[in-house]
């Protein structure tokens, strides 16, 4: 048997390409019932939804910025079209008229299916501190639009923007709920759209510093870690000792003194001070959460910082700051499928246990859409042969 040295042999998958095979993880009939739910094809000719939906993450996958750069991208390799699952010629046109017309709620829907997909996937990574507790981190992110563009976004006299709110599990930085509301809505209100868990975390920043909806929380026995704001009025009830090596000021059960405050939560809080180390920042934190050290509560917050990381990660390496098309439709249509794009790299990584974070496997993704191999012999080191420098432009044969 004779093989070209530094190429792959046995691995080869000689009928998918890589984007086909990420695309794999997205099942045809799941897909499908999320188009029939909102009958979008019901005008459709020839480009589907799924033709819509393959076009798009392919621009996420790789990058581009626009339709006519992703359209000539696949217009440039006629040939493995079909083995990518496109069953349609691609025209800009018509996928323009797609996002801007098909109802995006079918991407929501999708999304919702893979984000509990990729939970279940990652429910049994823990965090080191809280080994069989799960967590969940709420924050938003506000994604800038041009007025004049945009004019159904408008945010002040000179801006347009949307809001991204989001509740992410940590095990993962998986998100679970992800919501869109005009720039000027408040983050505190949408404590009033999720449903709670019993048993688990759910971490805020001040903005969402409410004690009649942290209360109810607390009513279905989930626990919350937030942060106190500096005119926070307490009595305190009793204190604990602390550990000031580990960074911890005091550890008191408070309960709230202003008479404005006091029937929202009438049930005890916790409140814990906190230097950190790196800082020198002096924190303080309240939860409902009584048995849990302080040291670990104050990290517990600290892992809220994930959630930012996330926002980080979604802007700078998928397309969602740069528009195909100028609708409301058009703009969550875009936003929705990056979101799924996001959670098939996820699913894959766990379903394949490949190496690496999701920002490298995007990466090598990225430039590889076309070829015909595997994509764990392709993200997988260990699967790979050694290459053995030839010299000059001959090819060395191996037989053996």
Excluded at 118 to 136: C, G, N, S
Excluded at 294 to 319: G, M, N, P, T, V
């Amino acid at each position: 048997m004779c093989t070209i040295a530094g190429g792959m042999t046995g691995g080869m998958n000689s009928g998918r390409t890589v984007f086909a095979q990420v695309m794999d993880v997205l099942h045809r009939e799941l897909f499908q019932r999320c188009v029939d739910r909102f009958d979008a094809e019901a005008f459709c000719r020839s480009f589907s939804c799924r033709d819509q939906f393959l076009c798009m993450a392919f621009a996420q996958l790789t990058l581009r910025t626009s339709l006519r750069a992703t359209v000539e991208c696949l217009g440039a390799r006629p040939d493995v079209l079909y083995h990518m699952g496109f069953r349609a010629p691609i025209c800009r046109t018509t996928l323009a008229e797609a996002n801007e017309r098909r109802d995006a709620r079918v991407y929501e829907q999708l999304a919702a299916v893979l984000m509990r997909k990729a939970r279940r996937l990652y429910q049994h990574d823990t965090l080191e501190f809280l080994p069989e507790t799960a967590a969940f981190a709420l924050d938003s992110t506000t994604i800038e639009l041009g007025l004049s563009l945009f004019p159904w976004a408008r945010a002040g006299r000179r801006r347009a923007a949307i809001k991204l709110h989001t509740l992410l599990a940590l095990q993962g930085n998986i998100p679970t709920v992800v919501i869109f509301t005009a720039a000027r809505v408040a983050d505190v209100n949408l404590l009033d759209e999720l449903t709670w868990e019993a048993g688990v975390f759910y971490i805020f920043d001040r903005g969402y510093l409410d004690f009649a909806r942290l209360y109810h929380i607390h009513q279905c026995q989930a626990f919350f870690v937030t942060r106190a704001r500096k005119n926070f009025c307490f009595r305190r009830s009793r204190s604990r000792p602390v550990n000031k090596a580990e960074g911890v000021l005091f550890d008191q059960s408070v309960r709230l003194a202003d008479f404005k405050t006091k029937p929202c939560y009438p049930q005890a809080l916790r409140r814990i001070g906190y230097r950190d180390a790196e800082t020198g920042h002096k924190l303080v934190f309240l939860t409902n959460h009584f048995t849990l050290p302080a040291a670990d509560i104050a990290r517990l917050y600290k892992s809220r910082w994930q959630i930012e990381l996330f926002f980080r990660w979604i802007k700078q390496h998928l397309c969602i700051q740069r528009f195909f098309g100028h609708s409301r439709n058009a703009v969550k249509t875009q936003i929705w499928i990056a979101l799924c794009v996001y959670l098939l790299i996820a699913i894959l990584k766990k379903e394949r246990q490949l190496p690496g974070s999701l920002h490298t496997i995007l990466q090598i993704i990225s430039v590889h859409p076309f070829e015909k191999v595997a994509v764990d012999q392709l993200l997988t080191k260990t699967l790979q042969l050694p290459h053995k420098p030839t010299p000059g432009n001959q090819l060395e044969f191996q037989c053996f």
